[in-house]
């Protein structure tokens, strides 16, 4: 009989809380020891508007929970806590699922992935694009070599954040905010298929939308051997969400995702210029083969990794590589 694997949640002021939380109480195996929080109003609301995923969970300190028999932490806090929060659980000895991205002392991250991996602890960070259908299509077919090679991609990621929303992003004090948001979805996924750059560029723009003064358009441009990967984000797109796109062109094939979600696809092969297979659709970002959203697949990835049942399809230094050019496109030194 498989233990059962006892999780701490730390934290869960993280946009993606409720969503993650709540898969991992449908996980297998599963026991949700307890959770810490320091905004006791904040865990009255979640308490009081998502009973189904909070009301049950027993409230400790972050000492408390620590010491409560842990094998794993799922870190859902806001933004700026989620490393230095990785960083007490990886030092307790604790697996780390943690949301993304990673805040932005590099050194300090890096310390983090490489005692996680010297004591054999699974270390995942949050990018649910990797659970995407679609995406997982994408990596098989270049794997497989039905891309031939790949020369080119680009992408877009792009909504139409609130006023409240564009000043807490700019609080984080980075100078490309919108990409250190969003633009480390599609950069994780640039960086899993092509591996690390040539050269990195970034240029952006404030729209003063609101009388902002912040940068909420950002274009970034990849450079590599045989091509180059650029992709968008903005917070000032009305419709934005509809138009996200993930196109990968190789030799052979190109592929394209619009929307990224609901996952649909279409293929163009060589010499077919003006025609495609039609579109397929992968409902709810699901895998073929295994059912489930990206949230739930993404919590039965870490479990798995956890248990030592399946090794970690994101290593340790694909997490490293995609922080520090994270940095590097945000503006911010390393």
């Known amino acids: 009989m498989k233990k059962t694997l006892n999780v701490g949640i730390f934290g869960i002021g993280h946009a993606h809380a409720d969503n993650n939380i709540g898969a991992m109480k449908k996980t297998p195996g599963v026991k949700i020891v307890g959770m810490c929080e320091p905004n006791g109003e904040l865990i009255e609301?979640?308490?009081?508007?998502?009973?189904?995923?909070?009301?049950?969970?027993?409230?400790?300190?972050?000492?408390e929970l620590l010491g409560a028999g842990l094998d794993a932490a799922l870190i859902e806090s806001v933004v700026p806590d989620l490393t230095p929060l990785a960083a007490k659980c990886v030092d307790a000895g604790l697996h780390v699922q943690m949301d993304k991205p990673a805040w932005i002392d590099l050194s300090e991250y890096k310390r983090i992935l490489d005692k996680a991996k010297a004591n054999g602890l699974a270390f995942h960070t949050g990018y649910m694009y990797r659970y995407n259908g679609g995406f997982r299509e994408i990596v098989r077919s270049v794997k497989s070599g039905e891309l031939g090679d790949v020369?080119?991609?680009?992408?877009?990621?792009?909504?139409?954040?609130?006023?409240?929303?564009?000043?807490?992003?700019?609080s984080y004090g980075v100078p490309q905010p919108i990409n250190y948001i969003?633009?480390?979805?599609?950069?994780?996924?640039i960086l899993l298929i092509l591996g690390e750059p040539k050269r990195v560029e970034a240029f952006g723009a404030s729209?003063?939308?609101?009388?902002l003064d912040l940068e909420d358009t950002t274009v970034v441009v990849l450079e590599y051997?045989?091509?180059?990967?650029?992709?968008?984000?903005?917070?000032?797109?009305?419709?934005?969400?509809?138009?996200?796109?993930?196109?990968?062109?190789?030799?052979?094939?190109?592929?394209?995702?619009?929307?990224i979600e609901p996952a649909a696809m279409a293929v163009t092969d060589a010499g077919k210029y003006w025609s495609c297979v039609p579109v397929v659709t992968y409902p709810d970002s699901e895998f073929?083969?295994?059912?489930?959203?990206?949230?739930?697949?993404?919590?039965?990835?870490?479990?798995?990794?956890?248990?030592?049942?399946?090794?970690?399809?994101?290593?340790?230094?694909?997490?490293?590589?995609?922080?520090?050019?994270?940095?590097?496109?945000?503006?911010?030194?390393?």
């Open 45 to 63: 609301a979640k308490r009081r508007n998502a009973a189904d995923i909070y009301g049950d969970i027993p409230v400790m300190s972050e000492n």
């Open 151 to 170: 020369y080119n991609i680009y992408a877009q990621m792009c909504t139409e954040h609130t006023v409240d929303e564009r000043k807490r992003f700019a």
């Open 182 to 189: 969003f633009g480390c979805h599609l950069l994780d996924l």
């Open 207 to 211: 729209s003063g939308k609101d009388g």
């Open 225 to 259: 051997e045989k091509g180059v990967a650029t992709y968008k984000v903005s917070s000032v797109e009305i419709n934005g969400a509809n138009m996200r796109e993930f196109t990968v062109a190789g030799s052979k094939r190109t592929i394209s995702l619009r929307p």
């Open 288 to 334: 073929p083969e295994a059912r489930g959203r990206r949230y739930d697949l993404m919590m039965l990835d870490f479990v798995r990794a956890a248990r030592g049942e399946d090794e970690s399809e994101f290593s340790y230094e694909h997490e490293y590589l995609l922080q520090k050019y994270l940095m590097l496109t945000c503006g911010v030194g390393i």
